[in-house]
Antibody
Framework: QVQLVESGGGVVQPGRSLRLSCAASGFPFSRYPMHWVRQAPGKGLEWVAVISYDGSNQDYAVSLRGRFTISRDNSKNTLYLQMNSLGAGDTAVYYCARDHTSDYWGQGTLVTVSS | QSVLTQPPSVSGAPGQRVTISCTGS?????????VHWYQQLPGTAPKLLIY???NRPSGVPDRFSGSKSGTSASLAITGLQSEDEADYYC???????????FGGGTKLTVL
């Protein structure tokens, strides 16, 4: 069965960096585009980034361009999100999701930016 | 302010029908980009409910249906059940932003 498992979240100080991972299984990972979506506490969903099936194309939410980088390693069936210069506004649960329909989601990993 | 506008809340009694609107513009829904709908139960990850305006993934009851008209899309839920109480989000692609966008979400309360 399709599984997406995020990891790498935790408490990080403002201005620091963090890399999230999303381990995929149960489907041909290299054939699907992948998304990151985040949700601040008590708030709605916010789209973060997308990467093409082969990693050749990426796109980002306007407000995050330049700070976040999405990447993937198809040999490891793993999606990544590198987050730099983190601020309090980046505190959220980060989800990875499969395909442009986001038909499968992981359980999310919580990132808390706090001193 | 979300690019896609949803009512913050809707409510209905068990067995009733409710609709949730998602209003966009000529750069997203009006440009014929697909609209997807997600259900998020409290404390859980979102779940795909409707894709491509009207299509239901396997396992989603036919009580849930989607439609589109001009620059808006709608989610209808018939025969409301207590387990439908959740947050609902629409999503599309916006060409002026070159980005996927979500609506602000609608909280459904079953009275």
């Amino acid at each position: 069965q399709v599984q997406l498992v995020e990891s790498g979240g935790g408490v990080v100080q403002p201005g620091r960096s963090l890399r999230l991972s999303c381990a995929a299984s149960g489907f041909p990972f290299s054939r699907y585009p992948m998304h990151w979506v985040r949700q601040a506490p008590g708030k709605g969903l916010e789209w973060v980034a997308v990467i093409s099936y082969d990693g050749s194309n990426q796109d980002y939410a306007v407000s995050l361009r330049g700070r976040f980088t999405i990447s993937r390693d198809n040999s490891k069936n793993t999606l990544y999100l590198q987050m730099n210069s983190l601020g309090a506004g980046d505190t959220a649960v980060y989800y990875c999701a499969r395909d442009h329909t986001s038909d499968y989601w992981g359980q999310g990993t919580l990132v808390t930016v706090s001193s | 302010q979300s690019v896609l506008t949803q009512p913050p809340s809707v409510s209905g009694a068990p067995g009733q029908r409710v609709t949730i609107s998602c209003t966009g513009s000529s750069s997203n829904i009006g440009a014929r980009y697909d609209v997807h709908w997600y259900q998020q139960l409290p404390g859980t990850a979102p779940k795909l409910l409707i894709y491509g305006y009207t299509n239901r993934p396997s396992g989603v009851p036919d009580r849930f249906s989607g439609s589109k008209s001009g620059t808006s899309a709608s989610l209808a839920i018939t025969g409301l059940q207590s387990e439908d109480e959740a947050d609902y989000y629409c999503q599309s692609y916006d060409s002026s932003l070159s980005a996927w966008v979500f609506g602000g979400g609608t909280k459904l309360t079953v009275l």
